[in-house]
């Protein structure tokens, strides 16, 4: 037990380093080729960062560990809003100016009635997880259409200052394959560390990954908004977390589910995707920009309240999963 605390100690440390490098080596080399800041931040910032989440949640389930794969895709949304946006905003109201973000919204939202959709039998097949990856490409090719159209967006305007002096080109390269390489074997770790840990305290690894992975996978989306923040870059934090959800939700459990049919227990629908649904749902009331002004706001009271309807939602999990321990020992 010891050894599986020191794996995902260690794992989640390499997780956070190398899905860090990752990132800045891509979007260097993307700077390097050109592409428009805007671009760089929804495709490869935005989904960069949920590489923690793919890969672990691919490696999950092809051991066939699904409550891994979907707890991790799953929990990281809900810390995503929760936690993330919710402790940013408590430090220092975000104002969401982007319209581009703004349009996201609305497609988040839709995001999750799909989720509840697929989920609604308690499984995902792979016809599902087509399905899932299909419209991901599409989202896709529509953000890029926004990243190329769309040079004037706030969003766009604060990445372009983060991105005046990219790393040499070569350095980038050796940058992007070390953190990739670093990023698969740190998440082999961690899920053997995480598995060993429910198996010892008789918990689902469901709840190990609703848990402890999916908040070591969302520390790349923590440490770059808190980073965005302090040089008040309030779009970046909000584009992170909305690319990385779109992300999670689709492309995550797809791949996953395509690799591995998917079967998880019936709770996951009622209180994992609603729990995910009625947070996107409250981002998107607070953040669309339906108080005038055609700018979306996150101030202290609602940074607040998204944070402490993660903490409710934790301890709730927390709390059912200890009453249930004595019953399966």
């Keep these: 037990m010891l050894l599986a605390f020191i794996a995902v100690i260690i794992g989640l440390g390499l997780l956070v380093w190398s899905a860090d490098a990752f990132v800045d080596g891509a979007s260097a080399i993307a700077t390097h080729l050109g592409m428009p800041p805007l671009l760089i931040g929804m495709v490869i910032v935005g989904f960069g960062t949920s590489a923690p989440e793919l890969v672990v949640s691919v490696l999950a389930a092809s051991q066939q560990n699904s409550g891994i794969a979907i707890g991790n895709a799953f929990g990281s949304n809900i810390a995503n809003i929760g936690l993330i946006l919710g402790l940013t905003a408590l430090i220092t109201p975000i104002a969401v100016k982007s319209s581009v973000l703004r349009k996201e919204l609305p497609l988040l939202l839709f995001t999750c009635a799909l989720a509840g959709w697929v989920f609604w039998n308690g499984d995902v097949t792979r016809w599902q997880s ?21 040079a004037d967006d706030t969003f766009g305007e604060e990445l372009d200052k983060e991105m005046q002096d990219p790393m040499p080109l070569t350095l980038a390269i050796v940058w992007l394959v070390v953190g990739l390489a670093v990023l698969v074997a740190s998440s082999r770790i961690m899920v053997w560390g995480a598995v060993e840990i429910a198996k010892g305290f008789g918990v689902s690894d469901l709840v190990i990954g609703l848990t402890i992975v999916a908040v070591g996978t969302s520390l790349p989306e923590l440490a770059s908004s808190l980073a965005a923040i302090r040089k008040q870059a309030h779009d970046i934090v909000v584009g992170n977390v909305l690319g990385s959800n779109l992300f999670n939700t689709l492309a995550v459990v797809g ?17 994992d995707i609603g729990a995910m649904t009625v947070l996107t749902l409250t981002l998107f009331i607070f953040g669309y920009g339906f108080r005038g002004a055609g700018t979306g706001r996150i101030n202290r009271i609602e940074g607040a309240i998204l944070l402490c309807a993660y903490v409710a939602y934790t301890s709730y999990l927390i709390m059912t999963t200890l009453a249930l321990v004595p019953m399966t020992q």
Excluded: D, K, N, Y
């Design 130 to 150: 087509v399905i899932l990856l299909t419209i991901f490409a599409v989202i896709m090719g529509w953000s890029i259409w926004q990243g190329i159209h769309s």
């Design 255 to 271: 791949l996953a589910g395509s690799i591995s049919p998917l079967q998880v227990s019936p709770e996951v629908l009622v209180r």
